[in-house]
């Protein structure tokens, strides 16, 4: 007698065998898996904006090569940063195949590697006439954090208890929240000088550093990172574990997609994240246009900006994990982000730097505060659909409302008052969000299959036989979980009159 205990393979049954699922364990390691994705993540996301936070640096040493018009130099900066928009609309769908069916270790890997091969095409980048090779090089980081952002909500998912989700998936986001928060506060105090050599020094620096710290994290990332443990970290895993094996892509994608609630969320959550984006491209240009003499304070704005996200992110997935009111958390998250984003816009023209950097923290408290809860709110109303698949088509909405707002923005600059009218239209936009998220039910589809899957585990023994055309037996096996008493077999979905298990159950 041979009992199966692979993580996700609860079909796999062969002849004469007596299937027993594990019950759910946590591994220690699992902590290590979450450490690396947010080193990693926070590279990629440091590259995102490490160079349009100088970009009237970048524009002085790349003037040979960039556009002669003064707009068409600053779009053309500005595209280092939407290249990361424009790529992961592109490749989403391909990028959230390959964590659904190839896992989460040889996403990791690609994800890694590309980062690693953008940084170090960077070190050569660094000359006068090559802006061409320096969004090149943008490019491929571009496309490696198409592998990155779906990931936190599954590895989540795939390692850590259901009580634990919440705070392991913002901690993933911290990871990127930190590598945005490094992009904004180092390029100025690497990049200082107005002297064309130091400008070329200051960003070879930044770049070398940059490759060798990207080329070790995917060694490490090679070496340690794993799928998943031996183990499913909960019952409602086991679930999802079993849905994903049989998953159909495609399938996957158009229930999700006339999913109300979830569709709705896509739309609020791109607005919101997407207004992010926005404000974090256009972050130096919006500093230099009030306080013409502070321009050095635009990295410390940013860093402001992320780092109350930070703690805003953290929070918010303590709370999650420990309340579960997922819609109003999201709802009141949003709320405060358009309240914050009002204040940051009618403040601006005070000419007090101290007042900015205070509506700036309350700001990213709430609107980057916001990524880690919709991330797991998506989870809740999609199970036991893919976490990767939910946020991929999450962040791809983002990505185009980053565009959009960031282009919109940019193209009103040129006109009177055009930075005031640009501020205005992200604050109606956030407005809207507010309201259509409030719309959304709150099905809160994972927790009840947890909660159901504790209930039966309380109270049923559930004996499992296998058999074949010429013999037939049983064998008592204390299961305790994850198995119901009717007539679909739990294990391959079945009429247990055609599939080759039998099932009896034993109420107490």
Not at 70 to 90: H, K, N, P, R, T
Not at 172 to 179: D, P, R
Not at 249 to 278: D, E, H, K, P
Request: hydrophobic fraction near 50%.
């Amino acid at each position: 007698m041979a009992v199966n205990k692979n993580y996700g393979d609860t079909c796999s049954l062969f002849t004469g065998t007596i299937i027993a699922p594990t019950s759910p364990r946590l591994f220690k390691r699992r902590w290590l898996m979450l450490l690396l994705f947010a080193l990693y993540s926070a590279t990629n996301a440091y590259q995102w904006l490490h160079l349009v936070i100088v970009s009237d640096k970048i524009i002085f040493y790349y003037n040979a090569s960039l556009p002669d018009s003064e707009l068409g130099q600053l779009f053309a900066v500005d595209f280092l940063s939407m290249i990361y928009m424009v790529v992961y609309v592109a490749l989403i769908f391909p990028a959230t195949w390959m964590l659904d069916k190839k896992g989460l270790r040889l996403t990791a890997i690609v994800g890694c590697l590309l980062n690693a091969l953008g940084a170090f095409v960077k070190c050569f980048a660094v000359r006068p006439d090559l802006f061409w090779l320096l969004f090149f090089a943008q490019t491929i980081c571009a496309v490696a954090q198409v592998f990155i952002l779906g990931i936190p909500t599954r590895l989540a998912a795939v390692w850590f208890g259901i009580d634990e989700v919440s705070t392991a998936t913002a901690i993933g986001v911290f990871g990127n929240q930190i590598g945005t928060a490094l992009g904004f506060v180092i390029p100025p105090e690497v990049v200082t000088s107005d002297n064309f050599e130091y400008v070329g020094h200051g960003l070879s620096l930044m770049m070398y550093v940059g490759a060798g710290v990207t080329a070790l994290l995917f060694i490490l990332v090679l070496i340690f990172f794993q799928n998943n443990p031996p183990v499913p970290p909960s019952h409602a895993q086991v679930t999802a574990a079993n849905t994903w094996s049989n998953e159909d892509y495609c399938g996957s994608i158009r229930r999700l997609m006339t999913n109300v609630g979830f569709t709705l969320l896509v739309i609020t959550y791109g607005s919101n994240t997407g207004s992010y984006y926005a404000i974090s491209t256009l972050l130096n240009s919006i500093v230099i246009y009030y306080f013409p003499d502070e321009t050095g304070n635009a990295g410390n704005i940013g860093l402001t900006l992320v780092v109350a996200g930070i703690f805003g992110s953290v929070l918010a997935g303590i709370w999650l994990d420990k309340t579960k009111y997922f819609k109003w958390t999201t709802v009141a998250i949003y709320i405060l982000s358009f309240a914050g984003m009002i204040t940051f816009t009618f403040t601006l023209d005070l000419n007090h730097i101290w007042v900015v950097f205070l509506c700036s923290g309350f700001l990213g408290f709430f609107m980057t505060g916001y990524l880690p809860v919709g991330f797991e709110f998506a989870a809740e109303l999609t199970f036991p659909e893919s976490e990767g698949t939910s946020s991929g088509l999450l962040n791809a909405s983002a990505q185009v409302f980053g565009i959009v707002l960031t282009l919109g923005v940019r193209a009103l600059t040129s006109l009177p008052n055009g930075m005031l009218i640009g501020n205005l239209t992200i604050c109606g936009v956030l407005l809207v969000g507010s309201v259509v998220t409030g719309l959304i039910k709150s099905d809160l589809r994972r927790q009840g299959a947890q909660r159901k899957k504790l209930t039966e585990s309380a109270t049923k023994e559930t004996i499992v036989v296998a058999v074949d055309d010429n013999l037939e037996f049983s064998e008592r096996a204390d299961l305790g979980n994850d198995i119901d008493s009717k007539n679909e077999c739990e294990f391959c979905d079945d009429n247990e009159f055609k599939c080759n298990h039998l099932e009896v159950t034993l109420g107490h």
